[in-house]
């Protein structure tokens, strides 16, 4: 821009004479572009000669002062040459690409940038939108495309999608009042095996650990299903339906706990797990980021492992089906207007298998 208005400026001076006297302009503007020629050759002696941009504003603004059949003579490059500088000259005039205000989305802002890279340096298996739900946390309102764009940029690919749900049409029209449950089973250090009874509420995504045992009865299951229902409370009159499949150990006395709470028990077909789809990603979850990652020792050691994973589970991971929100969480922080001013916090999960971030109050 200001290149153009020195070129501008230069050539409304140099026109001033030529008006007034052409030929003896002509002849001065001759004189000069020799003696710039010159200053050019003198400059570099030792190279080839190179025009430096100031140079082709020079030649390009006394062009007008001497007529165009006398070029030849006179430039030290061709005619076409000396009209290209004017064209590029020109062309820089309208160019606007440099604005520092450009229309269209605002640009990620460097913190936020730096916070996507560490959260995928920090968390491996983090895929575009876990690092969107956590950001989202933070109070950084930043699309999924964007987090992928960054991830790209710096080389770092984000983690393989998981696919969705399936039963959709019902489970998303009644999800408020469902509750699905499924027994887990955990390999021990000894090979000795254990089972957990996982519950799942459809609505808020939160997940409760009913009990572990190494030998999973009807009476256990039917105390759990009993427990369950004392820890809900009122929120239990809430429920309508619990999806189970048709494992032996959930008896009719187990079906009857929540019959007796106006609790509708839908069985899934047999060998079909994608009927109880949300129970099995939970679980799934609960693997990839937790128990395959760990050695289990014992029943209370699994037992202390799940309960503090239900508590980041429900407390802390951000949800796709609930805009990024956590179970107990009802709505999402305010957000940061300058990340670089804060301090970002990082709390370890599970002696650091899993990160919990935040901003130092």
């Not at 150990?249 to 007796?260: I, N, P, Q």
């Not at 980041?312 to 990024?324: F, K, L, S």
Request: net charge positive; charged share 25%; aromatic share 8%.
């Amino acid at each position: 821009m200001i290149v153009s208005l020195v070129y501008q400026v230069t050539r409304k001076l140099l026109s001033v004479p030529a008006v007034l006297l052409r030929r003896q302009a002509a002849k001065n503007a001759e004189l000069l572009i020799l003696r710039h020629e010159n200053a050019v050759l003198r400059r570099q002696l030792a190279r080839p000669v190179r025009y430096e941009p100031v140079d082709r504003l020079w030649f390009a603004a006394l062009s007008s002062l001497i007529p165009r059949q006398r070029w030849a003579n006179v430039f030290p490059v061709t005619p076409g040459t000396l009209l290209a500088w004017h064209r590029r000259l020109v062309a820089r005039r309208w160019d606007y690409s440099r604005r520092r205000s450009r229309p269209g989305r605002p640009r990620t802002a460097k913190a936020v940038k730096e916070m996507v890279l560490r959260l995928a340096a920090e968390n491996p298996c983090w895929g575009c939108r876990r690092i969107q739900g956590e950001l989202a946390r933070l109070g950084h309102q930043v699309g999924a495309s964007t987090v992928w764009e960054i991830l790209t940029v710096a080389g770092a690919g984000p983690a393989p999608r998981r696919g969705g749900p399936t039963w959709r049409e019902f489970l998303t029209a009644q999800a408020n009042g469902i509750i699905a449950c499924d027994f887990l089973h955990i390999d021990l250090v000894d090979l000795r095996r254990v089972y957990a009874l996982v519950f799942l509420e459809h609505g808020t995504r939160r997940l409760h650990i009913a009990g572990v045992t190494a030998h999973p009865t009807a009476q256990w299951t039917v105390q759990q299903a009993r427990n369950l229902a004392v820890d809900l409370g009122v929120r239990l009159e809430s429920l309508r339906f619990l999806v189970r499949d048709r494992d032996g150990k959930y008896a009719d006395s187990f079906d009857a706990v929540f019959e007796s709470e106006t609790i509708e028990v839908l069985r899934t077909a047999p060998r079909s797990p994608r009927m109880n789809a949300h129970c099995e990603r939970a679980i799934g979850t609960l693997r990839r980021e937790a128990l395959d990652h760990v050695l289990i020792w014992n029943e209370p050691h699994a037992r202390r492992v799940l309960d503090e994973y239900a508590r980041h589970y429900n407390g802390h991971r951000p949800h796709q089906a609930r805009g990024q929100l956590p179970p107990l969480a009802e709505r999402q922080p305010a957000p940061v207007t300058d990340p670089s001013t804060t301090r970002l916090l990082r709390s370890r999960v599970l002696g650091g298998l899993i990160n919990e971030y935040r901003y130092v109050a």
